[in-house]
């Protein structure tokens, strides 16, 4: 009988999950920045090989939320941990012990799923460091999603304990979202590549129109940012920056749509979008319900 189900990559933010997503999924999925709180929902990877399939949710980082964006990204973390039915504990071997998920999450009780600690990182971590972690946690996985050591080990575990079921997805799909979304990502990437820590929490990308029919393939995009400043930055003396992101944006998105591109990128403010809960609804995002009136 086959094996397939829903696993939960979650954890603190830059511990490592959309690397692991994308080391998993063998493709680039989910966006890799060093900057913490990159992933903003929770993004799917499919993974089938044999008679397994593992659907991968790579989720945001948990924190305590400040604002309503924040929010948002607990709330789908939250919800992928509800839905999984293994929840992969990945956590940074080089920041010392862990709390329980429990607690990180601020949840009255554990999930109801099986979880697996993974402690990620062993690429940064000396010797003695990775002795005291088995010491302390004797049943925690340890790997590199960078390098991929240990990952080979991380799959047999998680196949051994999805539960008996036919595939959910065709085993061709490597995602279910869609690719307007990877390329939004795409884009929003590329800024905070480029922008180091400048403004890169204020940006949000939208795509306006898509139209594959036409040879190059037209993309309209917008970044949009929360005030005049940041739109000046993000522009660049002129027009130098954007001209740049659209650039390296284009190289990325041409090998995913499997063609040559024209990237219509432009810059606009959307005032204080991150606090606005209709702003967050117009961008895809899904607030708590007491937050969406």
Not at 65 to 74: E, G, T
Not at 258 to 280: E, F, I, S
Request: hydrophobic share 40%.
């Amino acid at each position: 009988m086959p094996r397939a189900g829903i696993v939960t990559v979650a954890g603190k933010p830059n511990a490592g999950k959309s690397t692991l997503l994308n080391r998993l999924v063998g493709e680039k999925l989910s966006i890799v920045s060093p900057k913490p709180q990159s992933t903003r929902d929770r993004i799917v990877g499919i993974r089938t090989e044999g008679d397994v399939q593992i659907i991968l949710l790579d989720t945001p980082g948990l924190l305590e939320p400040r604002y309503p964006l924040q929010r948002a990204m607990r709330g789908a973390a939250l919800a992928a941990l509800t839905d999984a039915d293994v929840i992969l504990y990945l956590v940074d071997g080089t920041e010392g012990a862990p709390p329980p998920l429990s607690a990180l999450a601020q949840l009255e009780q554990s999930p109801r799923a099986p979880q697996v600690l993974v402690i990620n990182k062993i690429d940064r971590m000396s010797g003695g460091q990775r002795s005291a972690a088995l010491d302390q946690f004797p049943d925690a996985l340890m790997i590199s999603a960078t390098t991929g050591e240990g990952v080979p080990a991380l799959i047999e575990r998680i196949a051994a304990r999805l539960p008996e079921s036919p595939f959910l997805y065709p085993d061709d799909e490597i995602s279910t979202q869609t690719l307007r979304f990877f390329v939004a990502e795409l884009i929003r990437e590329t800024a905070l590549e480029q922008l180091e820590d400048e403004v890169p929490y204020s940006i949000a990308c939208e795509i306006e129109e898509f139209r594959e029919t036409q040879s190059p393939i037209y993309i309209r995009a917008v970044l949009h940012v929360e005030r005049d400043s940041q739109k000046r930055i993000l522009i660049g003396a002129g027009g130098k920056r954007i001209r740049d992101i659209g650039r390296a944006a284009r190289s990325k998105i041409e090998p995913l749509v499997g063609g040559a591109v024209y990237l219509d990128l432009w810059v606009k403010v959307l005032a204080n979008w991150r606090r606005n809960p209709h702003a967050l609804q117009r961008l895809g995002y899904r607030l708590p319900d007491d937050e969406t009136s």
